[in-house]
């Protein structure tokens, strides 16, 4: 099951106030999976569940970037989405803008049928605003090349400036009916532009919004270029 990520606050990252309601979801996952799993032991249906995250630290990815179970495998083959260039499960609802945690259960409750026409629409939004380069687009296929430790290496700036995660590549991501709900119409362009723009102009006053919340709470950007020697691996 998942937790949808309000697009506004998404669209501050990387702040402190996206980093507060990314633990918020986590959390509250962890807690509905937990109280999910008593639920239905206390009914006589042997159950369990697999917390959110799998990881102790940065250090700990870094010797091992690998997690121990895909909760995006397990929501796309829940029938709850697809998966996009970008390696997020992409949802109807909220796109990528989702959290996901797994409860194991012998309860008979029958399976929703898996989405069989791809969500992703290989607009390359992901690719080209990642900022490290991470995801690049495949001729032959709707999942991406991710180079997993381009991201990492990301994510652990981010920690150090106490507003991980990125998640720039699920603020970009035009699929879902979040967008409409929001009331939002030609943000595409605002995003594509918004690196070059805030390079030429960190006022830009187009970008204020989001600027201001990236301001507080945290600790200075220390600028980092992509590794351009790295390769991407499939
Ligand atoms: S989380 Fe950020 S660094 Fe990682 S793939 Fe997405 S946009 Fe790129
Ligand atoms: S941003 Fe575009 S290419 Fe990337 S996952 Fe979303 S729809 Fe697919």
């Not at 940065?58 to 697809?82: C, D, I, P, Q, W």
């Not at 990236?214 to 950007?221: A, C, L, N, P, T």
Request: hydrophobic share 35%.
């Amino acid at each position: 099951m998942g937790l949808a990520m309000p697009l506004p606050i998404v669209e501050t990252t990387p702040s402190v106030v996206h980093m507060e309601m990314y633990k918020t979801s986590n959390q509250e996952l962890d807690y509905l999976a937990y109280d999910l799993t008593r639920y239905l032991n206390r009914l006589g249906h042997a159950s369990f569940f697999f917390p959110r995250d799998g990881f102790g630290s940065m250090k700990a990815l870094r010797e091992n970037n690998m997690a121990a179970f895909s909760h995006v495998m397990a929501a796309k083959y829940a029938g709850l989405g697809t998966i996009g260039a970008s390696h997020c499960l992409l949802t109807p609802e909220f796109g990528p803008r989702v959290r996901f945690v797994s409860v194991f259960t012998a309860t008979g409750i029958p399976s929703d049928p898996v989405i069989a026409k791809e969500l992703c629409i290989k607009c390359e939004a992901c690719a080209k605003c990642c900022p490290q380069k991470a995801i690049r687009m495949r001729e032959d296929r709707v999942v991406g090349d991710y180079d997993s430790m381009a991201c990492l290496k990301m994510a652990e700036e981010l920690t150090a400036r106490r507003c991980y995660p990125c998640g720039i590549c699920t603020k970009v991501c035009p699929i879902g009916e979040d967008r409409s709900h929001y009331q939002q119409k030609g943000v595409m362009k605002k995003y594509l532009r918004e690196a070059e723009a805030l390079a030429a102009n960190p006022e830009d006053p187009e970008y204020k919004a989001w600027t201001h919340i990236r301001k507080y709470g945290v600790f200075r950007e220390e600028k980092s270029a992509p590794d351009k020697n790295r390769k991407v691996s499939p």
